[in-house]
């Protein structure tokens, strides 16, 4: 069934990490003022787009988070794409992020780095710097680095209509704070700034929703365990109206009855 445009409505393409085969990577399709946005495109985004009903000739804008194939998957079909038709849509992305797809671009097309860049710069490509709210598709956007092995951002979405101000976080992948490789023990080595935490600037009380990685939840160190949810909720004294957890499969049974997990076509 297809999916019609409206004020802000938020699908998902895809949940999985990227040591799974069975489920689409993580990515969202994100409708603003009619308008979509990709945020984090999987693999074979393109298919799947059409699976929802979602015209890829509709995409205004691609966002990526960071440079891991899983959320990347399909950034150089969407670019080469861009750069060989002249289909016009923004690409956004912090500057290591940027220079990862130039890299990609330059190598499948033979051609300079320096060449790719100024080609994407001239079509339109923002390099968001965190900390720098950008207007995008009729929503303030605030871009916030996260916690993990590679530059990676999060983001909120703030969109006014109706005298109302409908609001949403993501994290992307971000780390846990316990356990050996977790922000506290950084914190205590003099590694990790406690007021670089990313969760009190992605999630605000009362906010919409919350869509919040949680892909250590079955072991992994470097990404967020769904155990440590209400402790950050707790820690910061913030909680929004909604979380659903992503980038996990399964969900370790414990934490099925109190939260809600991504899957590909869920639709807010």
């Given at each position: ?69 899983d959320h990347m998957g399909s950034c150089a079909h969407f ?156 820690r910061h004294g913030i909680r929004p109206n909604a979380v ?25």
């Open positions: 069934q297809a999916i019609a445009p409206d004020v802000f409505t938020v699908v998902c393409l895809g949940s999985a990490s990227g040591f799974e085969i069975e489920h689409p990577t993580t990515g969202f399709a994100i409708c603003l003022n009619g308008q979509w946005v990709i945020v984090d495109a999987p693999v074979c985004a393109s298919t799947i787009l059409r699976q929802h009903g979602i015209n890829v000739e509709d995409v205004r804008a691609v966002i990526e988070t960071h440079a891991h194939e670019l080469l794409e861009c750069l060989a038709t002249g289909r016009s849509f923004t690409y956004v992305a912090a500057e290591p992020v940027f220079r990862a797809a130039v890299a990609k671009i330059a190598a499948y097309r033979g051609e300079s780095e320096e060449t790719v860049a100024k080609e994407l710069e001239a079509r339109g490509a923002v390099r968001v710097r965190p900390g720098e709210p950008l207007r995008l598709l009729g929503a303030t956007w605030q871009f916030v680095w996260t916690v993990h092995p590679i530059p990676t951002i999060g983001f909120r979405i703030e969109l006014e209509h109706g005298g109302r101000t409908y609001r949403v976080g993501y994290s992307s992948d971000t780390n846990r704070d316990d356990g050996f490789a977790g922000t506290d023990a950084m914190a205590a080595a003099g590694f990790f700034d406690p007021a670089d935490d990313p969760f009190p600037k992605l999630v605000r009380n009362g906010d919409d929703h919350a869509f919040w990685e949680a892909g250590g939840s079955n072991g992994d160190p470097i990404h967020f365990h769904a155990k440590g949810w209400e402790a950050m909720c707790e659903t957890l992503m980038h996990v499969h399964p969900l370790p049974p414990e934490y099925r009855e109190r939260y809600a997990i991504a899957r590909p076509g869920d639709v807010w």
